[in-house]
């Protein structure tokens, strides 16, 4: 994909006209879902070229050097491993503790004499 903004809005174009040929090929064979398939696929192409096209319109705004971002910092990448970890265990431990409870349940019912 591109990097220029112009560019982008090209290529989305591109990409447009080439699903509603395709869109046309299947028409022409008979196979109107794919057809269908293939035109929606080129409306949504048109439509972020579009969008593309709005974006480079628009003028930037200009931050105020005062304005904090207002996502928080982002985690160490080492603290949510662990934490991922952690999760995963609790998770197993939990799958095989639920079928042990289950299988060592006393049967006050039946009796094995």
Same mark, same amino acid.
């Given at each position: 994909m591109p990097a220029?903004?112009?560019?982008? @809005? #090209?290529?989305?174009h591109e990409e447009a006209n080439r699903h509603y040929a395709l869109a046309q090929a299947?028409?022409?064979r008979g196979s109107l879902a794919e057809a269908e398939y293939q035109t929606g696929l080129a409306a949504?192409?048109?439509e @972020? #070229?579009?969008?593309q096209k709005i974006g480079m319109r628009q003028q930037?705004?200009?931050?105020?050097a005062k304005q904090r971002p207002s996502s928080p910092p982002a985690m160490p990448i080492a603290i949510a491993c662990l934490l991922a970890v952690v999760r995963g265990i609790k998770r197993i431990a939990t799958a095989i503790r639920h079928p042990m409870?289950?299988?060592?349940?006393?049967?006050?019912?039946?009796?094995?004499?």
């Open positions: 220029n903004f112009g560019d982008i @809005a #090209a290529f989305h299947a028409r022409d949504r192409w048109e @972020a #070229a579009q969008e930037p705004t200009h931050p105020s409870v289950k299988r060592s349940a006393p049967f006050n019912t039946l009796s094995l004499r």
